[in-house]
């Protein structure tokens, strides 16, 4: 029997890939079927551009179409949902050969701490350079007599200063809440396959999404009043802002319109990651198929 299983994997194995499936069924006797099943997919799927092009020399048209396709769908709906995870089990294999396929690998701090600085400073550099345009929209919410067109005519006299006032809780906000979202997000998407692996495509998305902007946004809550409060000329600076108003109204005053900052923030990345994640599955069926008819 053992031969036989040898066989099998030999036949997996073709040279120009020098899979480590073999060598994974050879180091662990006791390996479940699960586990053993879990690293055949995830070594298919680090591997399906060289066996692809291994299969196109060998097999008619049709197989390769079906490789084709396994190599879209990432090996079907296993590692569809965990596409993040098998890297880093063939990291784990790199650096360790007595790596256990049976064990579960857990979030990757350092993958979840780039995350989070990818979308912190990508955002708070965003909130920055577009900051003039957001002081401009307050003043024009919170004046009730001056116009969109009059508070423009006044540009100049209220200066660049004036245009970033409010620009730091903005910033901060940005980057703390948006490192937040983003961490949150991508660890999510690592941890609910393995909570819940029934779940769907979609779903762990959304849930993944929804967690991150809960968090992220209320997170940003009070840089949000400290800022407008700024850009309406409440305040002189975040020091007066930020004293005032805890001393006017507390923490309270801090988390002022969360629940309608939730309402509009949760809906709008929850629709947004959905169909970004959805719109760029068709746009690879559409490059995977088209890669197939042109070989």
Not at 6 to 28: C, G, H, W, Y
Not at 137 to 157: N, R, Y
Request: glycine share 6%.
């Amino acid at each position: 029997m053992k031969n036989e299983e040898e066989i099998t994997f030999q036949r997996l194995s073709t040279d120009p890939l020098k899979s480590t499936m073999v060598n994974k069924a050879r180091k662990k006797k006791h390996v479940s079927p699960e586990s053993l099943l879990v690293s055949i997919l995830n070594d298919l799927f680090l591997n399906s551009q060289k066996l692809e092009s291994c299969f196109r020399k060998t097999t008619n048209s049709d197989a390769c179409s079906f490789i084709c396709s396994l190599n879209f769908a990432k090996v079907g709906n296993f590692t569809s949902r965990s596409n993040e995870i098998a890297p880093l089990i063939s990291e784990a294999v790199a650096k360790d050969n007595n790596f256990d396929t049976g064990t579960r690998v857990g979030l990757d701090v350092g993958h979840l701490l780039k995350s989070a600085l990818a979308g912190g400073i990508s955002c708070a550099f965003s909130a920055f350079l577009m900051h003039p345009v957001d002081t401009v929209k307050t003043q024009v919410q919170a004046s009730t007599t001056l116009s969109f067109l009059e508070i423009l005519s006044k540009i100049p006299e209220i200066g660049a200063r004036g245009l970033y006032k409010g620009s730091i809780p903005a910033v901060v906000g940005q980057f703390a809440s948006h490192g937040l979202r983003t961490s949150i997000y991508e660890a999510s998407k690592l941890a609910l396959p393995i909570v819940a692996p029934t779940l769907l495509d979609i779903q762990v998305q959304s849930i993944a999404s929804f967690l991150g902007t809960i968090l992220g946004t209320t997170l940003r809550i009070p840089c949000e009043v400290l800022k407008q409060r700024l850009q309406a000329n409440q305040f002189d600076n975040i020091v007066e802002a930020t004293v005032s108003t805890w001393h006017q109204d507390g923490l309270k005053g801090l988390f002022r319109g969360t629940g309608v900052t939730l309402l509009r923030e949760v809906p709008f990345y929850v629709a947004g990651m959905g169909l970004y994640n959805q719109s760029k599955k068709v746009i690879m069926i559409e490059q995977n198929n088209d890669m197939c008819l042109c070989n």
